[in-house]
C-alpha cells in the first residue's frame, strides 16, 4: 500500500522553462509516474527524480512541495541544474 504524499511543483526562476506536456512527459520518462502532481501518490524516488529532472532543465529553479498523509509532514525541497538547493520542513505554530 505506501505512504501516499500531495505533491505540488512550481517553476520559480530561469529561462527555459517547459510547457505543462512536455515537462510532464519528461517526469514520467524519468519516474514513470504519467501525473504525480495530480493526485496523492507514493513516488518513493522524487528527489533522485528530480534531481535528473532539474538536469534536463538546467537554468530552471524547481520546488516541489509535499504534503504526506500524517499530520503536519510538510515540507518544500527546492532543485535546480542537477542538485537539491535546500530540504525545508514546514513548522506549525499558533499565533
Not at 501516499?4 to 515537462?23: A, H, L, M, N, R
Not at 512527459?25 to 501525473?35: F, L, P, Q, R
Request: proline letters at 4%.
Amino acid at each position: 500500500m505506501g505512504y501516499y504524499t500531495k505533491y505540488d511543483i512550481s517553476p520559480q526562476f530561469g529561462e527555459g522553462v517547459p510547457d505543462w506536456s512536455e515537462f510532464l512527459n519528461v517526469v514520467t520518462e524519468i519516474s514513470g509516474y504519467a501525473d504525480p502532481f495530480e493526485d496523492s501518490c507514493n513516488w518513493y524516488d522524487h528527489e533522485e527524480d528530480m534531481l535528473k529532472i532539474s538536469a534536463r532543465f538546467p537554468e530552471v529553479e524547481w520546488v516541489l512541495d509535499g504534503e504526506g498523509e500524517e499530520s503536519g509532514d510538510i515540507w518544500r525541497k527546492t532543485f535546480k541544474n542537477g542538485a537539491m538547493l535546500s530540504n525545508k520542513k514546514a513548522k506549525i505554530v499558533f499565533d
